[in-house]
């Protein structure tokens, strides 16, 4: 069974929400935390309900969306997000109120609202969707597992449309949180200069990319997620490189298929070594494109990842600003996304153009 | 009066509401009106506390205490001259 990508979406430190071609207007920057170009919400929210929204469940909405009016779908089969961090923001509200006010006169809006699925669970709400709702919180394989049960799901035929997704945002709070273990580097970076740097640690990201899947091909659609694994705490980079190989055996393909290889690459030397490793074993000659030196670093970022994936399947060119090593071929049929969090949770994706 | 609708924008989050642009017999909960919902009574009910320093003993005299920006002030002020 194939399973197509019939509608895509994306808010992010990039101009990634207002369609045309990919990357027209490259953002770039010179800090360490990137934050999300933020739409107008309000094209997909009412005034009063946006009040209650806390920016992750805005980029959310809004990514969902997106989506759903690529595919011309109004209402999905089921609704699955990933998310590492969550409602962090109104989580941060609500204990900040918790030990302020010695656990007395606390607001139920924060509270409501801090959880987890808080996210799919609007989502479901603003679309009138009484189906399947589920939200993975798996750490670095949150968004992949999201995929996991959505592919499952549409296997076993219980869906048609099932409207997937990977999201998290950063805040001052978890920020300063995440810089004291060091996985922030010390002095900003540029933009196109981050994947070259020659320090450690990378630079803060945040966003949510949407997919809508499903066994029927649409009008616009360009690709199908072909394949998807993850691994956990492989012992060393053989384990990785004989898993990727495992994989593409699995997708009945060989490296020689693949026309593009898209990494996580994220500027920390440490972390970035190992798909160095990768490259010099199985793609060699590839063309190699990367993402998070325009989305940052986040345990979900590999969502931004598979949405420029298909945006480059869909035009048939990598843009220049997402170019790393070589030169793709002119036509791009299979990509493969491989990303590892926190050198913990390493993942592969496989998209085919249809 | 002008204060009290100050501060049910900022514990609602009224976004693109003016204090002024709110009646002070303007009905908060329906949808003529305000349109608030259940969510945002129970903020009104942590505003009282909060601000004013009250409880609402009687939630039964919720629906009346919350009818509008006036009903709100003449239960702040003669519970608070009852405290007094």
């Given at each position: 069974m194939n399973i197509y990508i019939n509608g895509t979406g994306c808010i992010s430190?990039?101009?990634?929400?207002?369609?045309?071609?990919?990357?027209?207007?490259l953002r770039e920057y010179d800090q360490v935390r990137l934050t999300n170009v933020d739409p107008d919400y309000k094209q997909w929210v009412d005034v009063k309900q946006i009040r209650r929204m806390s920016r992750v469940v805005k980029m959310g909405v809004g990514a969902a969306n997106l989506s759903l009016e690529e595919a011309g779908i109004?209402?999905?089969?089921a609704i699955i997000t990933g998310t590492a961090y969550g409602c962090l923001d109104d989580t941060g509200v609500f204990l900040s109120k918790m030990v302020n006010q010695q656990e007395?006169?606390?607001?139920p809006t924060a509270f409501i609202q801090s959880t987890h699925n808080t996210v799919a669970g609007q989502i479901a709400l603003l679309l009138g969707c009484n189906g399947y709702n589920n939200t993975f919180v798996?750490?670095?394989f949150s968004f992949e597992n999201s995929l996991l049960d959505a592919i499952m799901i549409l296997k076993e035929g219980s869906a048609k449309h099932i409207l997937a997704g990977g999201l998290d945002e950063i805040t001052n709070h978890s920020h300063q949180l995440l810089t004291r273990f060091g996985i922030y580097k010390k002095t900003p970076v540029k933009t196109m200069e981050l994947l070259n740097s020659p320090t450690r640690g990378t630079i803060a990201g945040e966003g949510a990319s949407f997919f809508l899947l499903s066994p029927e091909i649409s009008p616009g659609t360009v690709a199908t997620l072909t394949g998807l694994s993850t691994l956990y705490?492989?012992?060393?980079e053989g384990e990785v490189i004989g898993h990727i190989m495992k994989f593409l055996e699995d997708n009945n393909?060989?490296?020689?298929?693949?026309d593009l290889i898209v990494t996580g690459r994220n500027g920390d030397i440490d972390q970035d070594e190992i798909y160095e490793e990768v490259a010099a074993a199985l793609f060699p000659d590839h063309a190699e494109a990367c993402f998070k030196h325009l989305c940052?670093?986040?345990?979900?970022a590999a969502a931004f990842g598979m949405w420029m994936a298909n945006a480059v399947i869909a035009e048939q060119q990598v843009p220049e600003a997402a170019v790393f090593y070589g030169k793709a071929p002119e036509k791009i049929k299979k990509v493969l996304l491989y990303n590892h969090h926190q050198g913990t949770h390493h993942s592969l994706i496989l998209l085919s153009a249809c | 009066m002008a204060d009290l609708k100050a501060q049910i924008i900022e514990q609602l989050n009224?976004?693109?509401?003016?204090?002024?642009?709110?009646?002070?017999?303007?009905?908060?909960?329906?949808k003529e009106g305000l349109g608030l919902d259940s969510i945002d009574a129970l903020e009104l009910i942590v505003l009282l506390q909060q601000h004013?320093?009250?409880?609402?003993?009687?939630?039964?005299q919720g629906p009346q205490i919350f009818q509008s920006v006036r009903t709100m002030a003449t239960y702040i002020t003669a519970n608070q001259t009852v405290q007094a």
């Open positions: 430190p990039q101009e990634t929400a207002q369609g045309g071609p990919l990357l027209a207007t109004t209402q999905p089969d007395e006169m606390l607001t798996h750490r670095g705490k492989p012992l060393w393909c060989t490296p020689a298929d693949i940052g670093e986040y345990p979900t | 009224l976004q693109e509401v003016a204090p002024e642009s709110i009646g002070n017999d303007q009905s908060l909960f329906s004013y320093n009250l409880r609402i003993a009687n939630p039964e």
